[in-house]
């Protein structure tokens, strides 16, 4: 599960969004239900209770404000400012923001110093939650100083007035003392370069003028060519000085990390027994009510106290702190997670599940549920709710005849009536659910999860807790008839325990209104699908229905809401997860136009955001292709040469954002333009492309992915398509080759399919797995249908896209690519069967949205609408299965007969 959707979903109850909005909304929430009166001359807005008082004093004379994400920057209007250079950082606290806040504004603006900081304190929490980024958690203030010289000032003397003020330790930075101001080398002025994987990254500028990658991973490191300036030494030396070897722990491997801290497997050196050792950093981590990672490991070490002898959880075996962070070391349970066993146990994750597989896995799945039941209730037994129970915290012993639960952070004592404060989207418990029913509610969402995996679907809507049972009993008809039942009657019942009375605090508030929860009864989501996919013209209207109930044509970051990808590549602008991706599966699925969605596209790439990608998914070529279709051809140029005007023959090789997708883009450009321009830049990326083939295919196991959008797929689609144009047979010689790359990291499962190895997984999907694979096999086929070799690789891989079960309904990374895939191949082997088991099970996940059908996006969180991951990539897949093929990506059009 990727930890980096659950700060999305705050800021909103059906679709992923940026966290940043939440400070919007603040001062509403606060205000509560409470009926409104008529408004007059003399009403002012509510001040909102969030916002840090410094951020309202007026702008200074001279000086400019903008507001940009989670920063507001105050710069003097006048004045020359380095591009880059060191940089101070000042952390903070929810408590003393405003005073550091402050203290930073009366420093800077009397010496003209241009500076920002965080002002709502809720942008603030979301920095330093359990989950947020490590590479900017704990920066509340940045400061740019013009040189070396007011560096220094600026430390001594605004350090001074700072001394040993709380607040994070941030991971990239040297700490000036004992804080809480920081430094690093870095940008001071956005640009851009391409780094080792073709991806536009931010960038600075190296001792030979060239532009480099900003790195801003989680330690602390001073750049080739600069030199750390003489009074930052002993700085560094005392960061240096900080070891574990004088502990009696031999630390030899990470199994997590968090911004509150790392897990660390190691072993005792004075008995040879395994540890656990667990980490929690001050101020930092925070949970929904505020606490800290410290706060929840003390109360983790008060839980497994009052558990002590219980042989469901792990006992402790020390307690200390080092350089100010706080240590529990527990006992190695062996054996593996719960959730480790889907992969190797499910039988639907085949084509067609063996009966005795399935009922086999039943009778396991059945025994599982029982001993978590009974580990739940011995910790019921010592008065403690265990409040963050899923599987990936219960571990399962290797003769697999008992669990022990983990992860006791969350845990209180019942009498405390304690919120849920970390837990996970699929298992949380809606408010009305308190002490043990907490743990209750998660036991009925397992009842669901061991079967059918898809719980998160309850963050949107609790209902589709009986659509989600029906699938369960369908696939596994061994499933005892109550045991089912009574999970829904749980998820969609009332609490069976009455609360102890309480008084609500604002602490509490906090969390409810941080913490991702149900969405309130009144809303737009309906669990079950209101049409069958079968109905084409019925299910084609509903989507469309939904995609365009969902645009918000009045806001600047994205026009359809889709994965959280969108807030970090351009503005929702592109094929993948923004407007041209939707526009693209509207029109080829002949829904229509959308003429306000395209004067969005027109307004917002004139011109388009800073640091837009230069590739065919994520950037500016894709949206030219899109814009040009409906007849934009102006401004689809105008990018164009925006993206030639760059540097990028030093993009990667790939389809998504590399040379493979901007040569399919700048020839279709060509082609509908004539312009000559396009053409020789499109020659160029392909014979780019050419030469990297010669080049050792070095890649390890998730290392440059192979599959059609990350890895050599990508350019044989390129030179496929030049052959179709040019009929030059050493084309479809470079397009072998590029196929061959992509085949050798393919491996065998169990069953003999094919799938894209990974290193720690092996993936099927058309995206990043062998299915996507297989679509450009069957171009080349098309082609040269001698090619035994790859006639054996294309039907080695077909199982992958018919098997039961995907975690997922997206194009990309899910069931939707799979049909797609079915609904344009030339396998023989395919039937219509096959395409419309899998177009019957994509609705498995559909869910009704204003009066339309919608689909859940990558992690099932929240509800998208992009090509990529949402609604818009399921109506393409339902297109093609509907036309025979018809609709498609891309470049991907049906393979036409040999």
């Known amino acids: ?105 009366d420093y800077c603006v009397p010496r003209r110093i241009p500076f920002k900081f965080v002002p709502h304190r809720t942008l603030l929490y979301l920095r330093n939650a359990k989950y947020a980024g490590r590479g900017t958690s704990g920066k509340f203030a940045t400061i740019y100083p013009a040189d070396e010289a007011q560096l220094e000032s600026i430390l001594r003397e605004l350090g001074e007035i700072l001394d040993g003020r709380p607040g994070p330790y941030i991971l990239t930075d040297l700490r000036w003392r004992k804080g809480p101001l920081y430094v690093r080398y870095g940008g001071f002025a956005p640009r851009f370069c391409v780094d080792g994987q073709g991806r536009l990254v931010p960038a600075v500028e190296d001792a030979h003028g060239r532009l480099v990658p900003d790195r801003k991973d989680p330690a602390f490191r001073v750049p080739d060519g600069v030199e750390l300036p003489a ?105 593996q ?26 009778e396991w799945a059945l025994r599982m549920h029982r001993l ?36 006791f952070e969350a845990a209180a004592p019942a009498a405390d009536d304690p919120r849920q404060i970390v837990a996970h989207p699929g298992f949380i418990a809606p408010a009305d659910r308190t002490r043990y029913d ?103 209207a509903a989507m469309t229905r939904a995609i365009l109930a969902s645009a918000t044509p009045e806001r600047d970051d994205r026009l359809f809401p889709g994965d959280i990808a969108q807030f970090g590549d351009g503005g929702g602008l592109g094929l993948a997860h923004g407007a041209a991706g939707v526009l693209h599966a509207l029109a080829e699925t002949g829904a229509g136009r959308y003429p306000e969605g395209e004067e969005w596209l027109l307004r917002h790439t004139d011109p388009p955001p800073r640091g837009t990608p230069l590739g065919l998914y994520d950037g500016l070529p894709g ?11 102006k401004r689809a140029l105008e990018l164009t040469e925006q993206v030639l005007d760059e540097k990028w023959q030093r993009l990667g090789s790939s389809l998504h954002g590399g040379l493979a997708g901007l040569g399919l883009a700048l020839e279709q450009l060509a082609h509908d333009t004539a312009e000559q321009q396009l053409r020789s830049a499109s020659d160029e990326a392909a014979q780019l492309l050419a030469q990297r083939l010669d080049e050792p295919d070095d ?17 044989a689609l390129l030179f496929l398509r030049r052959y179709e144009q040019h009929g030059d047979p050493a084309l479809l010689d470079l397009a072998e080759r590029a196929l061959d790359r992509d085949l050798a990291h393919c491996v065998q499962d169990s069953a003999g399919t094919w799938q894209v190895d990974e290193g720690s997984r092996v993936m099927p999907y058309l995206g990043a797995g062998s299915v996507g694979i297989a ?67 994509l609705g498995w996940y559909g869910m009704a949205y204003q009066g339309g059908l919608a689909f859940p996006g990558d992690q099932m969180m929240r509800l998208s609408m992009d090509l990529a991951t949402g609604t818009a990539g399921c109506l393409l897949a339902a297109g093609a299965a509907a036309g025979s093929g018809g609709a498609s990506l891309p470049f991907l059009a049906p393979p036409s007969p040999p």
């Open 1 to 105: 599960m990727d930890k980096r959707y659950e700060i999305f979903c705050l800021a909103d109850p059906y679709f992923y969004d940026t966290p940043d909005r939440l400070s919007h909304s603040a001062s509403s929430t606060a205000q509560g239900d409470a009926p409104a009166s008529a408004p007059g001359d003399d009403d002012a807005p509510e001040p909102d209770p969030g916002e840090l008082p410094v951020a309202s004093r007026p702008v200074p004379a001279g000086w400019r404000q903008t507001r940009s994400g989670d920063w507001l920057e105050l710069r003097p209007l006048t004045g020359e400012f380095p591009l880059q250079g060191w940089k101070i950082h000042a952390s903070a606290t929810l408590e003393n923001a405003n005073e550091i806040g402050t203290a930073v504004r």
């Open 231 to 335: 009074f930052l030494r002993p700085q560094l030396a005392a960061r240096a000085a900080a070891s574990v070897t004088d502990l009696p722990y031999r630390i030899e491997r990470a199994l997590h990390f968090s911004n509150g801290g790392g897990v660390y497997g190691g072993t005792d050196t004075r008995d040879g027994s395994r540890v656990v050792l667990k980490e929690a950093r001050p101020h930092a981590g925070l949970a929904a009510d505020g606490a800290d990672a410290v706060a929840r490991l003390e109360r983790e070490k008060a839980a497994l106290d009052r558990l002590a002898g219980l042989p469901v959880v792990p006992a402790i075996r020390d307690w200390f702190e080092l350089d100010g962070h706080r240590f529990l070391v527990m006992e190695e349970l062996a054996g």
């Open 337 to 362: 997670t719960l959730n480790s066993f889907f992969a190797k146990r499910h039988p639907l994750l085949s084509a067609e599940p063996d009966p005795e597989a399935v009922a086999r896995y039943t």
């Open 372 to 407: 978590v039941e009974q580990a739940v209730a011995a910790v019921h037994g010592r008065g403690i709710v265990f409040n963050d129970l899923h599987m990936f915290n219960i571990m399962v012993a290797p003769d697999e005849q008992s669990v022990a639960l983990l992860d």
């Open 438 to 540: 907490i743990d209750r509610y998660a036991l009925a969402c397992l009842r669901l999860a061991l079967f059918v995996p898809m719980t998160t679907l309850l963050a949107v809507d609790r209902g589709k807790a009986a659509h989600l049972a029906g699938i369960a009993a369908e696939q596994f008809p061994g499933i005892p008839e109550g045991f089912l039942a009574e999970a829904v009657a749980t998820i969609e019942g009332a609490r069976t325990e009455d609360p102890a009375s309480r008084t609500a605090t604002s602490a509490r508030a906090a969390a409810d209104a941080l913490a991702a929860r149900s969405p309130a009864p009144r809303r737009p989501v309906r669990a079950a699908a209101p049409v069958a996919l079968g109905d084409w013209p019925t299910a084609r």
């Open 623 to 633: 949206v030219a292709c899109v814009l040009a279709r409906f007849g934009h051809t």
């Open 699 to 715: 890649r390890a196991p998730g290392v440059n992915r192979a599959g059609l959008l990350h890895g050599a797929t990508g350019a």
């Open 775 to 841: 679509m450009v096999l069957d171009d080349f086929l098309g082609h040269r249908p001698e090619h035994a070799g790859f006639a054996r690789a294309r039907e080695a891989i077909l199982p992958a896209a018919r098997m039961r079960y995907y975690a997922q309904p997206g194009l990309f990374q899910g069931r939707a690519g799979m049909l797609l895939h079915l609904s344009r191949t030339s396998t023989p082997q395919v039937t219509e069967a096959d395409r419309e088991a899998q177009l019957a099970r």
